[in-house]
């Protein structure tokens, strides 16, 4: 598939997009010679959607790599996220596209299925393959894969496990010191755990399961069959992972549920975030809340554990997505751009990369980030971030699954899981709902002339 194909299949969409060229229209040279520091070297264009703090770190690794040799200047722009695809699509049909891109959007397949991306098999030398193929983690290649081809150098992953507090668990006679070791006993656990006033409202929430996509691989599932490379959605595994958060949930009550959550913000980033307030005595997130809560609540005694499998279940499952540099197929500078994203991602000298990786509180790239001294002073100072670090090598985590109609499973999944945890579909026809779903997707996509 080219790009004139690509302007057929999205050509309604762009209609509307070009309303807001004029958002990007200061010109990219010039906006480039404004911040040029190097003027004699190759400039290398460089978008990402990181803001405030977050964009103080970029900033500095990009001068970090900008000191460290004489040929490239990376010249970063910081994008915002809510029109970063827009921008990306704009620039990459119109021929002024970045050198590279830093994303964590859904939009490896798409993108690569519209030939607007260079697979890094092209600019990697064969000893640089064989060295990201031996020692990056799994789920590290298997993340920006797409049909046999790495289109994705992840530089930070994104996985989940179980914040708990341990005073919690001592008050309702449970051992911090011994956390359950299945999904059953964590389930008891919680029920022990809830607290209600007088009325029966819902006061604390003891255990909150993650979202399908995430607890569906502890069960034996996930929504695609890597082994035989298609989308794998009415299996029973699955249908058992989201049967446990319909039964949780009920065990709750639907309506109690939505009426204590009304005024949390699960969302938030400071310290508004419900488990640092005590809603929750044991509730599933990612591995940035460790910054947040060394920030925001350095004084709350608190653990973190590898989401425990069900019996009979996978053991180090879960589910991975998170940050990783694309290269545009029309980008002018592809060699700087690969130069950069070597250093940053510790694909070269990965002890000196490691330093990165703790800037932004981001899981590493390969075993050998993570037991360099930089890195094993971070999870010193940091103790329960050890939890992610040591879960990350996993064999049993999943990912998006690569498909071109990524972002539209990734929203019907939450739809049916929504309608499944609202009690308004049994957790058989959320699964039915899905496999339906999706495959009138494949048929309108066929009748567009998209072949998945």
Not at 133 to 150: L, S
Request: positive net charge.
């Amino acid at each position: 598939m080219n790009l004139k194909t690509n302007l057929k299949s999205v050509g309604i969409a762009l209609c509307s997009l070009c309303l807001l060229v004029v958002l990007f229209s200061p010109g990219r040279t010039t906006r480039e010679l404004a911040q040029r520091k190097y003027p004699n070297r190759i400039p290398v264009t460089f978008w990402h959607m990181w803001s405030a703090e977050w964009k103080d770190v970029v900033d500095k690794i990009v001068d970090r790599y900008n000191r460290s040799q004489d040929k490239y200047e990376v010249i970063a722009l910081s994008v915002p996220g809510t029109s970063a695809d827009t921008k990306f699509l704009l620039g990459t049909i119109g021929g002024d596209p970045p050198d590279v891109m830093a994303q964590w959007n859904q939009v490896i397949p798409t993108w690569a299925d519209n030939d607007m991306l260079t697979p890094f098999d092209e600019v990697m030398t064969s000893e640089e393959k064989a060295r990201y193929t031996k020692e990056a983690y799994p789920v590290v290649q298997r993340i920006g894969a797409y049909k046999g081809k790495t289109y994705g150098i992840p530089i930070g992953i994104n996985l989940s496990a179980i914040y708990y507090l341990p005073n919690d668990f001592r008050q309702a006679g449970l051992d911090p010191d011994h956390f359950p070791k299945t999904l059953e006993l964590l389930s008891a656990a919680g029920e022990r755990l809830n607290r209600r006033d007088r009325n029966g409202n819902l006061t604390r929430v003891g255990f909150f399961p993650g979202l399908w996509q995430e607890m569906a691989p502890l069960f034996g599932g996930g929504f695609y069959d890597f082994g035989r490379e298609h989308v794998s959605l009415d299996t029973r595994a699955n249908l058992r992972a989201i049967e446990f958060l319909a039964a949780s949930r009920k065990r709750l009550g639907y309506d109690q549920v939505v009426r204590f959550q009304a005024g949390l913000d699960s969302q938030s980033f400071s310290g508004g975030w419900p488990f640092i307030g005590g809603a929750y005595s044991a509730v599933v997130d990612g591995q940035w809340r460790v910054e947040q809560l060394a920030k925001y609540a350095p004084k709350l005694e608190y653990r973190t554990a590898l989401i425990p499998a069900p019996s009979g279940g996978v053991v180090g499952g879960g589910f991975c997505n998170g940050n990783f540099m694309v290269l545009p197929k029309t980008a002018r500078h592809k060699r700087g751009a690969w130069d950069f994203i070597k250093f940053w991602s510790g694909i070269d000298k990965p002890e000196r990369a490691a330093e990165f990786y703790t800037m932004g509180g981001w899981l590493p790239l390969s075993p050998r980030i993570a037991d360099s001294p930089i890195y094993r002073a971070y999870i010193k100072k940091f103790p329960q971030f050890k939890t992610f670090v040591d879960g990350i090598g996993s064999k049993n985590l999943q990912v998006p699954p690569p498909v071109p109609y990524q972002v539209f499973l990734d929203d019907l999944v939450k739809k049916e899981q929504d309608l499944a945890l609202r009690g308004d579909i049994s957790p058989t026809d959320a699964v039915r709902s899905l496999v339906d779903g999706v495959a009138n997707e494949l048929h309108r996509r066929k009748e567009l002339g998209n072949h998945d």
